[in-house]
């Protein structure tokens, strides 16, 4: 590539060299020559097209990737190849399992299952198919309290058996005690409340009207039996010392081919309508310092003839349940032996008895008369008549029906609408239309 070079004159005398070639003389270079000759020499980007030389040459080369950059390409890489598999697998699994959510909601979140006897929730819903008993217990000061298992009964009918002194008809299902009791003899009323739970009804004994109902009703009967219960004896109890357990009770509706019980249930709220109905009672001033404002916060039953055997009963808010007491003040206790011992000496062995507690307290007028004999009692059960409902801290007025032995208990509050019932322990207390009393 030929090169221009600019020679400047000093006070215009210099002269430019002479060759001894042909070539004639070059002209004199101006200023303005000279900064072209410059121009060319410094800005190469204006030379000729056909330059020997090309413009790549004059390119800086590209700098190497550092260690670090390639380690970091590879893992972009990487990532991106495994967000890519991991779509693929989600819509392969999509395709191939249109309910695949569904599937994994329901295992996350299974339906809760409650007894339709109590309405507590339970863990499998064939407990709801198990067979039930009715137990006939007693009340009196001659040895028989305190009870045993009676807390663990879903349903408790009280009812005076004679000489104003009370009896229950205790329903269970699925106990899991090992005493039940003590057990006293059948009447003819408890077995009409008994039959609508389709259940074992254990007594010792009964008023002759019981048991020919018995035979004519066909219902399941374990009278007293040592095969399925024993005598607790060494023990104040006297004569109320017959007891059976979960155990035995399950060995009698095995041998006689009792699998299940059709029962028919009272309905129950669900714990959200309980929750609703507590939290509507519960007021709180501007330092948000709440109270419960309750009705009725306690109540008493008076049964007429025999005030020993009268009750009454404290509302708990904490638990939403009723401690009962006698009418001395005493509460209302019972032993919950548990199930690994075996025919245990109630007394010695099952530890300090617990307060008896239910979700619900009925209180359910009745006709009540003497029998023939001025003795036993004649308590009308079918037909219709009055009722107070005590749950939640209140004081519900209500009427029952019962339209056959057979049928269940219907209660209604006064626009007519059926009762649903705390889950929980139902205690319903027949009291004597005629001589007894509810006060709260």
Same mark, same amino acid.
């Given at each position: ?17 002479? $060759? ?19 121009? @060319? ?40 190849? $495994? ?6 697998v989600i819509i392969f699994l999509s395709i191939k399992s249109p309910d ?8 996350? +979140? ?44 879903? %349903? ?6 004679? #000489? ?12 899991? %005690?090992?005493?039940? $009791? ?24 009964? #008023? ?11 219902a399941r009967n374990l009278d007293e039996n040592n095969n399925y219960m ?10 109320? *010392? ?68 009268? /009750?009454? +009963?404290?509302? *708990? ?7 009962? @007491?006698?009418?001395?003040g005493d509460p209302h206790l019972t032993y919950s032996c548990p199930d ?43 037909? /219709? ?7 939640? $801290? ?36 027949? %009291?004597?239309?005629? +001589? ?5």
């Amino acid at each position: 590539m030929p090169s221009f070079k600019t020679k400047t004159t000093k006070n215009n005398a210099s002269n430019l060299h002479q $060759g001894t070639s042909n070539t004639p003389p070059r002209p004199k270079t101006s200023i303005n020559d000279a900064v072209i000759e410059a121009s @060319f020499t410094t800005n190469p980007l204006n030379q000729p097209a056909n330059d020997a030389q090309s413009t790549d040459d004059k390119q800086p080369s590209k700098k190497p990737r550092t260690t670090g950059q390639k380690v970091f390409l590879v893992v972009i890489i990487l990532l991106l190849i $495994g967000l890519i598999a991991a779509i693929g697998v989600i819509i392969f699994l999509s395709i191939k399992s249109p309910d695949w959510n569904n599937k994994i909601d329901r295992v996350d +979140y299974p339906d809760l299952i409650y007894s339709t006897l109590t309405g507590e929730e339970i863990s499998d819903a064939n407990l709801n198919n198990s067979p039930t008993y009715c137990v006939q217990i007693p009340n009196g000061p001659d040895g028989a309290r305190p009870q045993a298992g009676l807390n663990q009964a879903a %349903v408790v009918f009280e009812a005076i058996a004679e #000489s104003g002194i009370t009896r229950f008809a205790a329903i269970f299902q699925n106990p899991t %005690v090992s005493a039940i $009791g003590p057990i006293r003899s059948l009447r003819p009323y408890y077995l009409n409340w008994d039959l609508p739970f389709n259940c074992t009804v254990v007594h010792a004994g009964g #008023s002759d009207e019981a048991k020919d109902a018995l035979i004519e009703t066909g219902a399941r009967n374990l009278d007293e039996n040592n095969n399925y219960m024993w005598r607790e004896y060494g023990t104040d109890r006297g004569w109320n *010392n017959l007891f059976t357990s979960t155990k035995d009770l399950a060995q009698f509706n095995s041998d006689n081919n009792y699998s299940s019980s059709n029962i028919q249930a009272f309905l129950h709220l669900t714990p959200e309508e309980v929750t609703a109905i507590q939290n509507e009672k519960l007021l709180c001033n501007e330092s948000d310092n709440c109270v419960y404002n309750y009705l009725v916060p306690n109540f008493s039953i008076s049964f007429g003839a025999n005030p020993f055997f009268n /009750t009454s +009963y404290v509302y *708990n808010p904490e638990t939403n349940t009723y401690s009962r @007491f006698y009418a001395n003040g005493d509460p209302h206790l019972t032993y919950s032996c548990p199930d690994e011992l075996s025919k245990p000496n109630t007394l010695i062995d099952c530890g300090e008895p617990i307060q008896i507690t239910p979700s619900v307290v009925i209180a359910m007028f009745v006709q009540e008369s003497l029998m023939s004999d001025n003795y036993h009692e004649n308590i009308t059960t079918t037909g /219709t008549g009055s009722a107070i409902v005590f749950q939640n $801290g209140d004081a519900i007025e209500a009427t029952w029906a019962k339209t056959s032995a057979n049928s269940q208990i219907i209660f209604r509050d006064m626009t007519g609408n059926e009762l649903k019932f705390t889950p929980g322990q139902l205690w319903i207390s027949a %009291v004597p239309q005629q +001589y007894g009393n509810v006060s709260y």
